[in-house]
């Protein structure tokens, strides 16, 4: 069985998790290239490494940011939207 | 003032089991399942709650509203109290609330009747909720939820998935032992409420009603 950890509700099955996508900065539109802004729109990035992922505790809602390492899917840390100290 | 207003979100699950009916805070529900039933209780009984009044709040001014009801609040989120009364109080996040009468209470009647104040939100709430009761209890959760219910003391509640359903958990102490309350999804609790008494039939235990 796959292990989560909820900043809010502690160890639970990955069962009780869903993944919403890595967490991808936007670009100042008004600023940013064409290519820049395409790249952010259209592309996304495979390759495996350390990301920093969207997860939800679907029992409480409670969403959080996951750091996995997508190579060895080994969860590094995971931490509440703002508490990234 | 008996008629019957509302129906149990379990009633199309439990209709073709149910021997008697009865109203209870007008919503029609399952006075006995058949012979057997004290056992089941005993055993493994997943009974009906869905009848008791419940309703919930939420926003930043929600618990000093709630103070100001007279209902006090718990300290921690994930956490619950039972007032004198019998209503229980639950915190479900940082600002969020769950408030369920006791059988025959009238408190939520009396606090929705209230305006709410300022950053205090009403959350209506369809819930299906139901009561686990009897010795065999820790093991029918050992089977449907990876949760260990036995770290699961009072005031600690927990939101979980049981049978793949996202749930809201915790335990009571009773006169006969600990008593396991659940509340879930409306529209999931018939699929929750038959899968959780098919379990226990092979626990010797199964459904029961209020009046059992």
């Given at each position: 069985?796959k292990l989560m950890t909820c900043p809010v509700n502690?160890t639970r099955?990955v069962?009780e998790f869903v993944y919403w996508g890595e967490i991808?900065?936007?670009?100042?539109?008004?600023?940013?290239?064409?290519?820049?802004?395409?790249?952010?729109?259209?592309?996304?990035?495979?390759?495996?490494?350390v990301k920093k992922e969207w997860w939800c505790h679907?029992?409480?809602?409670t969403w959080f940011i996951a750091e996995r390492d997508t190579?060895k899917d080994f969860v590094l840390r995971t931490y509440l939207y703002?508490d990234d100290? | 003032?008996?008629?019957?207003?509302?129906?149990?979100?379990?009633?199309?699950?439990?209709?073709?089991?149910?021997?008697?009916?009865?109203?209870?805070?007008?919503?029609?529900?399952?006075?006995?399942?058949?012979?057997?039933?004290?056992?089941?209780?005993?055993?493994?009984?997943?009974?009906?709650?869905?009848?008791?009044?419940?309703?919930?709040?939420?926003?930043?001014?929600?618990?000093?509203?709630?103070?100001?009801?007279?209902?006090?609040?718990?300290?921690?989120?994930?956490?619950?109290?039972?007032?004198?009364?019998?209503?229980?109080?639950?915190?479900?996040?940082?600002?969020?609330?769950?408030?369920?009468?006791?059988?025959?209470?009238?408190?939520?009647?009396?606090?929705?009747?209230?305006?709410?104040?300022?950053?205090?939100?009403?959350?209506?709430?369809?819930?299906?909720?139901?009561?686990?009761?009897?010795?065999?209890?820790?093991?029918?959760?050992?089977?449907?939820?990876?949760?260990?219910?036995?770290?699961?003391?009072?005031?600690?509640?927990?939101?979980?998935?049981?049978?793949?359903?996202?749930?809201?958990?915790?335990?009571?102490?009773?006169?006969?032992?600990?008593?396991?309350?659940?509340?879930?999804?409306?529209?999931?609790?018939?699929?929750?409420?038959?899968?959780?008494?098919?379990?226990?039939?092979?626990?010797?235990?199964?459904?029961?009603?209020?009046?059992?």
């Amino acid at each position: 069985m796959k292990l989560m950890t909820c900043p809010v509700n502690g160890t639970r099955p990955v069962s009780e998790f869903v993944y919403w996508g890595e967490i991808r900065p936007m670009p100042d539109p008004d600023t940013c290239s064409d290519d820049e802004w395409a790249a952010y729109v259209f592309n996304r990035n495979g390759a495996p490494g350390v990301k920093k992922e969207w997860w939800c505790h679907t029992p409480s809602n409670t969403w959080f940011i996951a750091e996995r390492d997508t190579e060895k899917d080994f969860v590094l840390r995971t931490y509440l939207y703002g508490d990234d100290r | 003032m008996n008629a019957v207003l509302r129906i149990s979100p379990l009633f199309d699950v439990q209709a073709p089991l149910a021997r008697d009916w009865t109203t209870r805070e007008r919503m029609q529900v399952v006075a006995r399942f058949g012979a057997g039933e004290a056992a089941r209780r005993a055993s493994a009984g997943i009974g009906d709650r869905s009848f008791l009044h419940r309703t919930g709040v939420k926003g930043a001014g929600a618990a000093a509203w709630l103070n100001a009801q007279g209902i006090d609040t718990p300290a921690q989120p994930n956490s619950f109290l039972q007032l004198a009364d019998g209503t229980l109080v639950a915190r479900l996040g940082l600002t969020e609330y769950l408030i369920e009468d006791a059988p025959g209470g009238t408190r939520t009647a009396a606090l929705m009747a209230q305006p709410p104040g300022e950053r205090v939100y009403p959350v209506p709430r369809f819930d299906a909720a139901l009561e686990l009761t009897g010795t065999q209890i820790p093991e029918l959760l050992r089977q449907t939820c990876a949760f260990d219910f036995s770290t699961l003391a009072a005031p600690a509640l927990v939101m979980t998935s049981m049978v793949g359903v996202g749930v809201t958990a915790l335990t009571l102490d009773s006169a006969d032992g600990p008593v396991v309350r659940l509340w879930c999804d409306g529209t999931w609790g018939g699929y929750l409420w038959l899968t959780l008494v098919e379990v226990a039939g092979d626990l010797g235990g199964g459904a029961v009603g209020v009046e059992a």
